[in-house]
């Protein structure tokens, strides 16, 4: 199954149009997702980190962690899955080129990585060891899965360094060495997604869960988007819904927010169509 759920992850970034991918955070969603009509699924490394009682700082799930997370997401439906593999789970290009292996072991369709250090005080790699870090995980890709979609991440914006010069330059080298989708999640509006978009041939990925209020699917398209993300956005409705619903009984000892539940029969039926379309 792995190498046709690569080619049709693959297939919905060559056709017309932009698609969404929307990112579970654990089976239950994924299932939930899958009977929602999803054409494929993404890992959200944020979700997941919040769901084991993490933060969403870069490097607290190890790679053995991530893995096996992907492989449950995988196993619960028949879609392609993706999955955000943060930095790589290493400095070195053999340690990117180690976890992409891995990922298609686990029967991934595609995954991120970012260029991201994990070091606070010096939160990006050097443009040239990032872009060699990229190529490695390519080559890594194409001799086990040649539809395997590696998507290269230009963190700059998420760690205070708006600069879209660097950024496009990174994209671009990301580009050259093999990257089948680009990312620079935190661009702070369409006219720097458009300018990204024509400037570059590789499909670009947009994740809507991180500033962009009030943009829609057709703006991005416009501006050239070929995929959107949800990044971590579903589970932090999830989870903003819960903690307005607890505030409410602990401020005001009213539980109306428990009125806007899901009912136990849409749940149960959800789930139950996710396993039934995998099989």
Not at 2 to 20: C, M, N, T, W, Y
Not at 59 to 73: K, T
Not at 139 to 153: G, H, Q, S, T
Request: hydrophobic residues 45%; negative net charge; proline residues 4%.
């Amino acid at each position: 199954m792995q190498p046709v759920k690569s080619k049709k992850f693959r297939a919905l970034h060559e056709r017309d149009g932009v698609f969404i991918l929307h990112n579970p955070w654990d089976v239950g969603s994924a299932k939930m997702l899958t009977a929602l009509g999803a054409e494929a699924l993404a890992t959200t490394s944020a979700g997941y980190a919040f769901a084991k009682g993490l933060t969403s700082a870069v490097g607290l799930i190890p790679r053995e962690a991530a893995i096996a997370h992907a492989r449950e997401m995988v196993e619960a439906t028949h879609l392609p899955v993706s999955a955000d593999l943060e930095n790589g789970y290493g400095h070195r290009p053999e340690d990117v080129a180690e976890t992409i292996e891995l990922a298609i072991e686990a029967g991934l369709a595609g995954c991120t990585i970012e260029d991201t250090t994990g070091d606070p005080d010096n939160p990006i790699y050097d443009r040239s060891l990032a872009i060699e870090r990229i190529a490695a995980g390519v080559e890594a890709a194409k001799k086990l899965d040649e539809n395997f979609m590696l998507c290269a991440r230009a963190e700059n914006y998420l760690f205070n360094r708006p600069d879209f010069d660097d950024t496009l330059k990174r994209l671009l080298g990301y580009q050259a060495v093999g990257a089948d989708v680009l990312y620079a999640p935190g661009l702070p509006d369409l006219a720097a997604i458009s300018k990204l978009c024509a400037s570059v041939e590789a499909p670009v990925n947009v994740v809507r869960g991180i500033g962009l209020s009030g943009v829609s699917a057709k703006e991005l398209a416009m501006a050239g988007v070929k995929r959107i993300s949800a990044g971590s956005a579903l589970a932090r409705v999830a989870y903003g819904a819960m903690l307005t619903a607890v505030r409410q009984s602990f401020e005001e000892g009213e539980f109306a927010a428990f009125d806007e539940a899901a009912s136990f029969s849409e749940l149960d039926r959800l789930i139950s169509e996710g396993d039934r379309l995998k099989t």
